[in-house]
């Protein structure tokens, strides 16, 4: 294996919240092609692709000089349709998947978790998470919940497991680190405290909470696999496509970062984008 990686944005025109929001421009810029600049900055990558459903988000591609793919409009996930693109690129090993919706994705972070997962060969899947502090974040079901088996991490230092090891990412000031194996992924508040949640434990160290971001890096032959099979019970009851992962014994590999750009979700999300680079 070369370990060739490449960066893979899905790009889907449809969106219940905010319609053809990939398209919208703020600073001049489409949030498609703010999202493409920053991914384009990561060092870990030989090529950055964006898997587009539409004629418009080709156009629109085309425009500012990527590269794109075109996948079908009826892919039942963004990993199914990371997958269909890496059917087409048979040089590559690893693939990153970068939400279209993330125009203001630290580079450092796409470089952690690619890193994360070429150095540790017994993983399937690596991805990003950020320690939760907030009670009223915990118990909102817009963010994913990561319960996490701890690898055993000093607070503020390098971590080892027994297959890798995860420094800080160059240049980024969220110092992130290796923090352990996903368990889990749900909307609800998890792990349950029988004791009630407090200023304590949402202030432990190994943190006991964590926000899944939405980063993603994927072996080739985990994607094979994961194409061919048919939605989980436990995927469908969440409506979280990870799990499908989870039930099958695949093996995610959690990297931490302090906190996490916002993604563009809703109108108020986009004018807030729009007011910080102005």
């Not at 199914?80 to 450092?108: S, T």
């Not at 949640?197 to 006991?208: D, H, N, Y």
């Not at 696999?225 to 409506?239: A, T, V």
Request: some cysteine; overall charge negative.
């Amino acid at each position: 294996m070369n370990n060739r990686c490449m960066i893979v944005i899905p790009a889907r025109l449809a969106s219940t919240r905010l319609p053809e929001k990939l398209l919208r421009s703020a600073g001049g810029k489409s949030i498609l092609r703010h999202t493409w600049e920053a991914a384009s900055k990561a060092s870990v990558a030989d090529a950055v692709v964006v898997a587009v459903d539409d004629p418009k988000l080709a156009d629109e591609v085309n425009s500012f000089g990527g590269r794109c793919v075109m996948t079908r409009v009826d892919c039942p996930s963004g990993t199914d349709r990371i997958a269909e693109v890496a059917a087409q690129f048979p040089d590559f090993d690893v693939f990153i998947n970068v939400q279209g919706d993330e125009p203001e994705i630290d580079p450092a972070t796409v470089d952690l978790v690619g890193t994360v997962l070429i150095n540790d060969d017994q993983a399937d899947i690596a991805t990003i998470g950020t320690p939760i502090r907030s009670e009223s974040l915990l118990h909102d079901p817009a963010c994913v919940k990561i319960v996490v088996a701890a690898s055993g991490c000093e607070t503020g230092g390098g971590c080892e497991t027994g297959q890798s090891r995860a420094g800080q990412a160059s240049g980024s000031p969220a110092h992130p680190q290796f923090a352990g194996n996903a368990i889990y992924f749900s909307r609800e508040a998890v792990p349950h405290c029988r004791g009630g949640i407090t200023p304590k434990t949402l202030a432990m160290e190994p943190p006991l909470f964590w926000h899944h971001v939405g980063l993603y890096a994927y072996r080739r032959d985990f994607l094979e696999w994961f194409s061919k099979q048919p939605p989980s019970p436990l995927e469908q009851s969440e409506r979280l496509e990870q799990l499908r992962a989870i039930e099958a014994g695949k093996r995610i590999v959690v990297a931490r970062v302090q906190s996490a750009a916002p993604g563009i979700d809703t109108e108020a999300d986009f004018q807030a984008f729009a007011e910080r680079i102005r």
